[in-house]
């Protein structure tokens, strides 16, 4: 018994069995959120399926007394047996409305409350994953959980409960029937074993095609301009058609196992239906049962073989289900942003944004998960009304120090915060909460398709026109926007189309001021201008009357004698450049 018992707890302790309570456990947790909806699913099925006994044995009455022609109760059954009918219609389709209903509610909230989620997630943890990946695991792999949350559990009670009940009839008429209704069982627990295993492999292998796929077209539309100029129009028809392919013999190899499953099952349902026909028939030829009888005999094997068929059925939904559950919890179990600053950080810039808010990092070190260490007793600071640069060498850090005054990166030493103009001493630590305080314009085009107007109305939805014409006048975009027959209602394509790189950046920048941030941040935003309209740009941002602290990176050094300090970030430090070095770079560039 010790012996067994050591067995079972070894078993137990296995990592794949735990991941499947695990998994398991995290559906549940859904599951009990949805427990009135399940009862109603439930209610439905079970309700469906005492409609369509009633209707076996009404038909059975009716065979029976067609065939001992009993005409008296004819007309009554016969009512009775279409009353069940129409009442068997209405249940099935009050039910799958009901179904398709809560299913609906169901798949957008639990898509809803995953997407949150995913949001919250750690940046640098989220990027180790594809886009087309993400995007797969939050719509597929949340829908079969939404599916399976309503569908699973009461489909099990369902499916017990009519092959129960349905046994229960042929035992009550017939003991010797259920045997030869049952017979099929054995074969098909036989048969599921192999089933499930390749069930599974094949859904893991599934999931990640459909994201392969979905990420390589995602990839190809978005840079059709790159593969044109290349002339990689062959070249991406062709891996597309290699992916396909793929996808194709991955879907034929398991529709092979499946006809091969299905010829066995079909062989063993025939057998089945054959004995017990056989069966039947012998038992009106010795007169036991009527003709009636036999008929809902008939009905019931059939409902017996469909319950357990659907029973077992179960099993591989369970695994999909699961592994559905494995792929969002990846995701959604990793670290999370801290924002419970949020109050805080709310009190802190009501109090100190009249006066401004500075920024000071103090012997930071950082090193990307990959290994890569960019900072090791980094320090710098930047106040109200003053222009910070970051300037260095490609690759040294600059766009990582702006991830990490942003929170998206977390610092491994030294500390990061910000702090009522220069007064280190009223201060709060830098955290995904204190990025509200923060304007951010990243490299690369970022805005949205819309409208001018609608771009920049999404940092300050109630901003007037006036307030957006003074962002556009401050970022030098008015002169062109001015122009434009609609004005700040013209329409921007996706990813900014319809710009030059130049206008989209002062269009993005536009934006950042005019969400009036206490700290404004300019990773190369201003490499597309010209170096005239660059210094311009600046050059308004710094006299602006808003108490605002900015710091760009930039790799000309144009605008450099304009800032108030400069920093050289560079072999993991970040140094402050005496002004002689600064005049010494501008000769040089
Ligand atoms: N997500 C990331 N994961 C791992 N390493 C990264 C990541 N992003 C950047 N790095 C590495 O960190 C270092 C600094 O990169 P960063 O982008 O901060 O440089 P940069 O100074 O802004 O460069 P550039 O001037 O070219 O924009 C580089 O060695 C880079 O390879």
Not at 13 to 33: C, E, M, N, T, V
Not at 198 to 212: I, L, V, W
Not at 391 to 416: D, F, Q
Not at 544 to 572: E, M, Q
Request: aromatic share 10%.
């Amino acid at each position: 018994m010790k012996q067994k018992l050591k067995l079972i707890k070894k078993y137990l302790q296995k990592d794949s069995l735990r991941k499947l309570i695990r998994q398991g456990l995290w559906i549940g947790q859904y599951a009990r959120r949805y427990w009135k909806a399940m009862v109603l699913y439930t209610l439905l099925g079970v309700m469906g399926t005492g409609v369509s006994l009633v209707s076996s044995l009404i038909s059975k009455d009716l065979v029976d007394i067609i065939t001992g022609h009993e005409t008296g109760r004819l007309i009554s059954t016969f009512a009775a047996m279409i009353g069940f009918s129409i009442g068997n219609i209405l249940v099935a389709q009050a039910s799958g409305y009901a179904s398709t209903l809560i299913n609906l509610k169901v798949d957008t909230e639990i898509k809803n409350d995953i997407f949150a989620k995913m949001m919250v997630t750690d940046w640098e943890s989220l990027t180790t994953y594809h886009t087309g990946d993400l995007v797969t695991r939050w719509s597929s792999d949340a829908s079969n959980i939404a599916n399976g949350i309503l569908n699973w559990i009461p489909n099990l009670i369902i499916y017990t409960v009519r092959f129960i009940s349905a046994l229960a009839i042929v035992i009550y008429y017939d003991p010797t029937f259920a045997i030869f209704a049952l017979l099929g069982i054995p074969f098909s627990a036989l048969l599921s074993k192999p089933l499930l295993k390749r069930m599974s492999k094949n859904n893991q292998r599934s999931a990640q095609m459909n994201a392969k796929l979905y990420g390589f077209n995602q990839e190809t539309f978005s840079n059709i301009q790159t593969i044109k100029a290349f002339d990689l129009i062959k070249f991406y028809i062709e891996r597309l058609g290699s992916l396909q392919k793929e996808y194709i013999g991955m879907r034929l190899e398991f529709q092979r196992m499946s006809i091969l499953t299905s010829i066995l099952m079909s062989i063993i349902g025939f057998i089945v239906s054959y004995s017990c026909y056989g069966w039947g028939i012998y038992r009106v030829w010795s007169g036991v049962i009527s003709y009636g009888t036999m008929t809902m005999f008939l009905s019931l094997s059939g409902t017996l073989t469909s319950s357990v068929n659907s029973l077992a059925g179960l099993i591989p939904s369970a695994v999909s289900l699961t592994i559905s559950a494995g792929r969002l919890m990846d995701i959604v179990e990793m670290p999370q942003e801290d924002y419970s600053h949020d109050k805080e950080v709310e009190v802190f810039e009501k109090k100190y944004r009249m006066g401004g808010i500075g920024l000071v990092v103090e012997d930071m070190g950082y090193t990307y998960h990959t290994g890569t260490e960019v900072f090791k007793h980094a320090s710098m600071q930047a106040f109200p009304h003053e222009v910070v640069a970051l300037v260095g060498p490609s690759g040294e850090g600059k766009t990582t120090m702006l991830r990490l005054i942003l929170a998206l990166l977390c610092p491994k030493e030294g500390r990061m915060w910000v702090c009522a103009e220069e007064n280190r001493e009223e201060k709060i630590l830098l955290s995904a909460s204190a990025r509200k305080l923060f304007s951010y314009v990243p490299q690369g085009n970022t805005m949205f398709s819309g409208t001018i107007a609608e771009n920049l109305r999404t940092v300050k939805p109630d901003a007037s026109d006036e307030e957006l014409i003074e962002a556009l006048k401050l970022a030098c975009a008015w002169d062109f926007v001015e122009k434009l027959p609609d004005g700040i209602n013209s329409a921007v394509k996706e990813r900014g189309g319809g710009f030059s790189e130049g206008q989209a950046q002062r269009l993005s920048i536009a934006r950042a001021l005019l969400r009036k941030s206490p700290i404004l941040l300019l990773d190369e935003a201003t490499s597309a201008l010209d170096v005239a309209t660059e210094r311009r740009v600046i050059r308004n941002i710094m006299t602006d009357t808003y108490p605002r602290t900015c710091i760009v990176t930039t790799h000309r050094p144009t605008v450099l004698n304009i800032c108030a300090r400069v920093y050289a970030i560079k072999d993991k430090s970040c140094r402050e450049l005496k002004e002689q070095e600064i005049e010494q770079m501008i000769r040089e560039f």
